[in-house]
């Protein structure tokens, strides 16, 4: 008898990062469906950032059979050799490498610190410049997207269609299902759903409060009959009360209630999403809920969109965009600040069937105009 083949990914990242990587896990399991599948992941580095197996899950057995965490940026040369020796006698046949590139001189020390644990075939370390950094498309004038980028780089085990809702399958149980049901147990059978999540680990991306209280304000007295739904870590849970205080319908508190994978079956019920660039926009993605999303401009436009065609991205190509910071104070937040409620509230009410609303400009389209450097 053939003994199964032994995998080990490695991938960094939150609970964004990884929905982003759920179709390379999932292009991993259907080329090695037999094989021991090992994740190599960080611990949590911020309280906010759920780790991995929170959204892959832990009692599927479907995307992997065993993790081993660690500590991101660890330089502790005791911890190292033990990671070395944990792989070692798992006897590893193949590295797969999906986490972020960030330079070449770390991605080198990486294949060295793999090939000390014993793993001689490596697949999918970057390889062109394209993969450190998020280029233009010259086709399409937009930065790639990042699910691309990482699917370009397993592209020796296959092809992905990153359009298939298969490949984005979050393969929730049946308890993590009627737990959702449970938690949501108080709304009616005949109301829409709108979630929200205010929440951000970057005070850069956060529209604040006055915003987002102002918002459902209005959008209570539009969309009449619906629950308002507000999902977060439990530290947002006082602006979740701000939040439900502003809406004039009936609403529920989820925040600190429901694990990232419960959240995505609550999502999954949903109507329209609303939140920032977070953790909670992908989850919503994934299950194919439409969804607004509140961008700064921190980062590169398109790169980390979420997935799917009946989303709406709020995104200012301001003179400061791209300026990665994680507090902005010189320059007050003009990016996202300089989005409007109306905007956002006349996007929202076009999805949920309102045709007689104005249509705000797009800042979607603002993104398409300029021509950046490389």
């Known amino acids: 008898m053939t003994p199964k083949k032994r995998i080990l990914i490695y991938r960094l990242g939150s609970l964004g990062d990884t929905i982003i990587a759920l179709p390379c896990f999932h292009l991993i399991r259907e080329k090695y469906p ?26 599927t057995n479907y995307f992997y059979d065993k993790i081993i965490n660690y500590p991101v ?82 592209k020796d085990l296959g092809e992905i269609n990153l359009d298939l809702d298969s490949y984005w399958d979050l393969r929730l149980t049946s308890e993590e299902i009627d737990k959702s049901r449970s938690l949501l147990a108080d709304v009616q059978r005949d109301s829409k759903i709108l979630v929200v999540s205010t929440g951000t680990k970057v005070q850069t991306n956060d529209w604040e409060a006055d915003n987002w209280n102002e ?35 009936k609403g529920v508190n989820l925040c600190g209630k429901s694990s990232p ?48 065609k009946s989303n709406h991205i709020f995104y200012t190509m301001t003179d400061c965009a791209m300026c990665g910071l994680f507090v902005c104070i010189e320059q ?27 249509s705000a400009q797009s800042n979607y389209t603002k993104t398409q105009l300029p021509m950046h450097n490389k």
Not at 49 to 56: F, G, K, T, V
Not at 219 to 247: H, N, P
């Open 215 to 249: 918002l459902l304000k209005r959008l209570g007295s539009r969309l009449t009959g619906w629950t308002l739904v507000v999902i977060g870590a439990e530290d947002e849970f006082d602006r979740a009360k701000q939040c439900l205080a502003a809406w004039p319908g």
């Open 34 to 59: 037999d094989s021991g599948i090992v994740l190599l992941t960080n611990k949590p580095v911020a309280s906010k950032a759920a780790p991995l197996e929170a959204i892959l899950g832990n009692k």
């Open 261 to 308: 994978r419960v959240s995505a079956a609550v999502l999954k019920q949903a109507e329209i999403f609303i939140g920032h660039d977070s953790g909670p926009m992908h989850l919503a993605s994934a299950v194919n809920t439409p969804v607004v999303a509140i961008f700064s401009s921190r980062a590169k436009p398109d790169q980390w969109y979420p997935r799917g």
């Open 332 to 358: 007050k937040k003009k990016c996202i600040l300089s989005i409007t409620v109306s905007e956002v509230e006349n996007k929202v009410l076009e999805l949920a069937g309102f045709n007689n609303v104005m």
């Open 73 to 154: 940026g660890t330089r502790n040369p005791f911890l190292l050799l033990s990671i070395i020796i944990a792989i070692r006698v798992l006897r590893i046949d193949t590295l797969i490498n999906i986490t972020a590139a960030r330079s070449r001189k770390s991605s080198y020390r990486d294949k060295i610190f793999f090939r000390l644990a014993g793993i001689t075939t490596q697949i999918g370390f970057p390889e062109n410049e394209e993969d450190y950094s998020a280029l233009i498309n010259p086709e399409t004038g937009k930065y790639e997207w990042e699910a691309i980028r990482l699917s370009r780089r397993l």
